[in-house]
């Protein structure tokens, strides 16, 4: 059974990501090439990104925010020959945009499976995977852009709603504004080395949930 009837089946509780540092609903951002906010969005240093992001928070009056699963960025990503050189411009995570050190809580237990540094300018900075097994299924749950002075290490046993991360700026989170990417990990991913793609090919999203099924079944707020 796959990821997330795993979830429905086993009647599994999720524990919110933010834990109760989340107010009020969340505005929903367009980084899509239509959005009428693209050529904002384009701006190439930390600072400026940043505050165009949590203007338009405040602008609308929201506390934080929600970048969609799925949703097309080429405009955003041709600039980076990471994702042109493979026309990787869906989004495979759900990005929820925070101010910097938010913590991170487990949704469901776990084990750490990986640690890292995803280096590189417009990359995922600090990233923390978890292994979760339900029912004896197993998937991974990935969060990019994290502070890279860790509080976990790998192999770690981490319970439901025990903080494991927090949320990184500038070279910590590849010099995007500061959020999380929540991705879902299936076996296969791991096994094919996909943990840091974060985005996919027009031509690969026939096969999505074969490798990343949807994040929108782990996030709780």
Do not use: C
Request: glycine content about 6%; overall charge negative; cysteine-free.
């Amino acid at each position: 059974m796959f990821f997330p009837l795993i979830l429905l089946k086993a009647k599994t509780e999720i524990f919110p990501l933010l834990g109760d540092q989340l107010i009020g609903e969340p505005y929903i951002f367009n980084f899509s090439s239509d959005s009428i906010q693209i050529n904002k969005y384009l701006r190439k240093d930390f600072d400026h990104f940043q505050s165009i992001i949590f203007d338009e928070l405040k602008d609308n009056n929201a506390e934080w925010g929600i970048g969609r699963y799925l949703e097309e960025r080429k405009k955003l990503l041709s600039q980076f020959p990471q994702f042109l050189s493979e026309k990787r411009f869906y989004h495979l995570g759900l990005d929820i945009v925070v101010p910097a050190d938010f913590n991170l809580y487990a949704p469901v237990a776990a084990t750490v499976f990986k640690i890292g540094i995803d280096s590189g300018y417009r990359n995922y900075g600090g990233f923390v995977v978890l292994k979760h097994v339900i029912m004896d299924h197993v998937f991974y749950s990935f969060y990019g852009h994290l502070k890279t002075d860790f509080i976990v290490r790998e192999g770690d046993i981490i319970k439901q709603g025990e903080r494991f991360a927090q949320i990184g700026e500038r070279e910590d989170s590849g010099e995007w504004f500061t959020h999380t990417h929540l991705q879902i990990l299936t076996q296969r991913a791991v096994d094919e080395d996909l943990i840091t793609k974060g985005y996919i090919s027009e031509e690969n999203i026939k096969n999505i949930e074969d490798y990343f099924p949807s994040p929108y079944f782990l996030f709780r707020y």
